[in-house]
T-cell receptor, first 109, second 114 residues
Framework: GQNIDQPTEMTATEGAIVQINCTYQ??????LFWYQQHAGEAPTFLSY??LDGLEEKGRFSSFLSRSKGYSYLLLKELQMKDSASYLCAVMDSNYQLIWGAGTKLIIKP | DGGITQSPKYLFRKEGQNVTLSCEQN?????MYWYRQDPGQGLRLIYY???????QKGDIAEGYSVSREKKESFPLTVTSAQKNPTAFYLCASSSNRGHTDTQYFGPGTRLTVL
């Protein structure tokens, strides 16, 4: 079966750096997406990786290793507004998104 | 402003009633999707449509129905056959010019069955 694993919850301090991991086992791979979702709101797109390596976008970076079935989202200079759930999703061989359950990130002052 | 709208934001329904959730987009996107989100689970695909007048079942289509008569609109009906309909429903769209196009989401409708 297809599976996406992420930690359920993480806690970090304002101003610090946090890394949210995602491992996947899917039938085929056509890219990995990260979304941010604040409580009760819609997911918003953060990043897309299809090749191995690091993609940097401001305070957020996303890394992919296809051989290891592994990705991480790196958040730097954490702000209180970064408190949210972070969703990892993989596009499989049928171009359907398979979603992880999300990682709830709690930022403390 | 371009975007995706869903209405209503909150919806209450009695058991045995059908209810229709609205989704409209003005992004000129070809593809539209309906997902269901439950606590502690990933988003699950209910139905999707890549072009007007065509749609396909997702992983959990039982108890739901859709239509795609216009490019801008993709309403979802939750029927009385859906055993556990209380959930957060999300509509999304993508341009579909490339298969891996990013999906953009509407604000969601929270359905509660009383």
């Amino acid at each position: 079966g297809q599976n996406i694993d992420q930690p359920t919850e993480m806690t970090a301090t304002e101003g610090a750096i946090v890394q949210i991991n995602c491992t996947y086992q899917t039938s085929g791979f056509n890219g990995l997406f990260w979304y941010q979702q604040h409580a009760g709101e819609a997911p918003t797109f953060l990043s897309y990786n299809v090749l191995d390596g690091l993609e940097e976008k401001g305070r957020f970076s996303s890394f992919l290793s296809r051989s290891k079935g592994y990705s991480y989202l790196l958040l730097k200079e954490l702000q209180m507004k970064d408190s949210a759930s972070y969703l990892c999703a993989v596009m499989d061989s049928n171009y359907q998104l398979i979603w992880g359950a999300g990682t709830k990130l709690i930022i403390k002052p | 402003d371009g975007g995706i709208t869903q209405s209503p934001k909150y919806l209450f329904r009695k058991e045995g009633q059908n209810v229709t959730l609205s989704c409209e987009q003005n992004l000129n996107h070809d593809a539209m999707y309906w997902y269901r989100q439950d606590p502690g689970q990933g988003l699950r695909l209910i139905y999707y449509s890549q072009i007007v007048n065509d749609f396909q079942k997702g992983d959990i289509a039982e108890g739901y129905s859709v239509s795609r008569e216009k490019k801008e609109s993709f309403p979802l009906t939750v029927t009385s056959a859906q055993k556990n309909p209380t959930a957060f429903y999300l509509c999304a769209s993508s341009s579909n010019r490339g298969h891996t196009d990013t999906q953009y989401f509407g604000p969601g409708t929270r359905l509660t069955v009383l």
